[in-house]
């Protein structure tokens, strides 16, 4: 059985920082394909990153690129996101999925991952 826990949310000031960790369990992490997304409140969930498994490259949205950084430990089967410089429009629940069949290098499509975490909840406010 497929598990993913998410950790790590909570509050943080705008200019501050925080760190996701995502752990995986119940699948073998060097084959498959790992993102970060998150969902604001009346919105659509939305890629933020991820890391492909065939050649470690990792993808940022436009939105976070340059301030948040996703690293895997493929020992520990965790993948975190590191936020740094977090925006007012940085909260949401942050989620971290497993793409089971990982055929092509990773991307922000929802539809192309098939196990997820429960989220966790980042709320930014001063």
């Known amino acids: 059985q497929v598990t993913l826990v998410e950790s790590g949310g909570g509050l943080v000031q705008p200019g501050g920082s925080l760190r996701l960790s995502c752990a995986g369990s119940g699948f073998t992490p060097d084959f498959h394909n790992i993102g970060w997304f998150r969902q604001a409140p009346g919105k659509q969930r939305e890629g933020i990153s991820c890391t492909s498994v065939r050649d470690n490259s990792t993808w940022y949205a436009d939105s976070v690129k340059g301030r948040f950084s996703i690293s895997r430990e493929y020992a520990k089967n965790t993948v975190d996101l590191q936020m740094n410089r977090v925006k007012s429009e940085d909260p949401g629940v942050y989620y971290c999925?497993?793409?089971?069949?990982?055929?092509?290098?990773?991307?922000?499509?929802?539809?192309?991952?098939?196990?997820w975490g429960q989220g966790a909840q980042v709320t930014v406010s001063s």
């Open positions: 999925a497993v793409d089971r069949e990982s055929t092509s290098r990773c991307g922000p499509e929802v539809d192309a991952y098939d196990w």
